[in-house]
T-cell receptor, first 113, second 112 residues
């Protein structure tokens, strides 16, 4: 079973603070993704990556940066956290190319107060 | 980018009945359509998919139908069981890419 590990699993941050969400995968997948899940919106794509050193913008990248320093690791960075970024964040990984299964981490619940 | 609309936000069925969840997409270049299941408080896991070269796929009690002309696809769960209760997400991605765009989810409740 493919493994995607997110840390932390829960985080409370203050408005204006910097938050880093980390994701590690041991599947040797080229692609990694960050989504946020909010009631009524489903999963929305924030950033994704095709491999080490690459980051691409998804549908809602504003207020977020991403970093892919290695095949295994993909971080989501909130430089100036806002209450509107309170959400559950999911990291996922998958092989390159169409139509291969994407594997999700267990999620990070972020609350910005 | 691709926009995937999931039409039923909630769905309630009796155990043993069938459940149908419908999705539409906007990008004619989309060619891969997976479905994911999220049980309460848990992450998402893959349940079934369909590619644009077929219009029907079945895996045990799950059937996926694809109508490319209408840009519509659907998940049919037959003989529902209480353990089918979950949120189901449809998704779409384009040929040669593996970037999934998700619908808003359908909360399915199977009542005994």
């Amino acid at each position: 079973e493919a493994a995607v590990t997110q840390s932390p699993r829960n985080k409370v941050a203050v408005t204006g603070g910097k938050v880093t969400l980390s994701c590690n995968q041991t599947n040797n997948h080229n692609n990694m993704y960050w989504y946020r899940q909010d009631t009524g919106h489903g999963l929305r794509l924030i950033h994704y990556s095709y491999g080490a050193g690459s980051t691409e913008k998804g549908d809602i990248p504003d207020g977020y940066k991403a970093s892919r320093p290695s095949q295994e690791n993909f971080s989501l960075i909130l430089e100036l956290a806002t209450p509107s970024q309170t959400s559950v964040y999911f990291c996922a990984s998958g092989d390159a190319g169409e139509g291969t299964e994407v594997f999700f981490g267990k999620g990070t619940r972020l609350t910005v107060v | 980018g691709e926009k995937v609309e999931q039409h039923e936000s909630t769905l309630s069925v009796r155990e043993g009945d069938s459940a149908v969840i419908n999705c539409t997409y906007t990008d004619t270049a989309s060619s891969y359509f997976p479905w994911y299941k999220q049980e309460a408080g848990k992450s998402l896991h893959f349940v079934i998919d369909i590619r644009s070269n077929v219009d029907r796929k079945q895996s045990q009690r799950l059937i996926v139908l694809l109508d490319k002309k209408a840009k519509r696809f659907s998940l049919h769960i037959t003989a529902t069981q209480p353990e089918d209760s979950a949120i189901y997400f449809c998704a779409a991605s384009k040929a040669n890419y593996n970037v999934l765009y998700f619908g808003s989810g359908t909360k399915l409740t199977v009542e005994p």
